[in-house]
């Protein structure tokens, strides 16, 4: 029997200027989004590698990974996306991450229940079977460390969420302009 997590967004605010990236649509970043819409806002959905090319850097004000990490393979192309995102977005923009906290030798698979800020309800089946995939949040910490400051990080249920911002130069970038 599959275990139900909830996940509770009523009281999230996204304004500015959205980079939502992911492999399945859910809805769930536009559903929040619209609730505080404004003239000068916008949502830029980015779902395979092909949709990246009309993405312009410095643009964003956040970025939200909604169970998007769990779904790319390697730790390298993880850290490929997360490098993209730190281009993507202004000086001390933000990054939000939801997503399965899964090691090696470790399966998920559960009912996710998400509370929008209109009430309504979503519902998204998670499955991750892969062994020998690890997508646990050390992994995604250890990643983010050269772009990002961690600014929250919580974890239940086999799911963490973290809110990140932008460090204003990478450390990769500090150690190329040395040489």
Same mark, same amino acid.
């Given at each position: 029997? *599959? !275990?139900?997590?909830f996940?509770?967004?009523? &009281?999230e605010?996204?304004? =500015?200027?959205? %980079?939502? @990236?992911?492999f399945?649509?859910?809805?769930?970043i536009?559903?929040?989004?619209?609730q505080?819409?404004d003239?000068?806002?916008?949502?830029?959905?980015?779902?395979?590698?092909?949709?990246?090319?009309?993405?312009?850097?410095?643009?964003?004000?956040?970025?939200?990974?909604?169970?998007?990490?769990?779904?790319?393979?390697?730790?390298?192309n *993880? !850290?490929?996306?997360?490098q993209?995102?730190? &281009?993507?977005l202004?000086? =001390?923009?933000? %990054?939000? @991450?939801?997503d399965?906290d899964?090691?090696?030798?470790?399966?998920?698979?559960?009912?996710i229940?998400?509370?929008l800020?209109d009430k309504?309800?979503?519902?998204i089946?998670?499955?991750?079977?892969?062994i020998f995939?690890?997508?646990?949040?050390e992994?995604?910490?250890k990643?983010?460390k050269p772009?990002?400051e961690i600014?929250?990080?919580k974890?239940?249920?086999g799911?963490?969420?973290?809110?990140c911002k932008k460090? =204003?130069?990478?450390?990769?970038?500090?150690?190329?302009?040395?040489?």
């Open positions: 029997m *599959k !275990k139900e997590v996940i509770n967004l009523e &009281k605010i996204f304004k =500015g200027n959205i %980079l939502d @990236i992911g399945a649509n859910h809805g769930i536009y559903n929040i989004y619209k505080y819409i003239d000068s806002s916008s949502v830029d959905y980015i779902e395979g590698k092909d949709e990246k090319a009309g993405i312009e850097e410095g643009m964003y004000d956040l970025c939200v990974l909604f169970f998007t990490l769990s779904d790319i393979k390697l730790s390298q *993880k !850290k490929k996306l997360i993209d995102i730190y &281009k993507y202004k000086v =001390g923009g933000l %990054l939000h @991450i939801w399965v899964k090691g090696f030798a470790k399966i998920f698979n559960s009912r229940k998400i509370v800020p309504n309800t979503k519902h089946n998670l499955r991750d079977l892969n995939k690890n997508s646990s949040k992994n995604t910490i990643i983010l772009y990002f600014l929250t990080l974890n239940s249920d799911i963490y969420y973290m809110m460090k =204003g130069k990478s450390e990769d970038e500090s150690n190329i302009s040395r040489y």
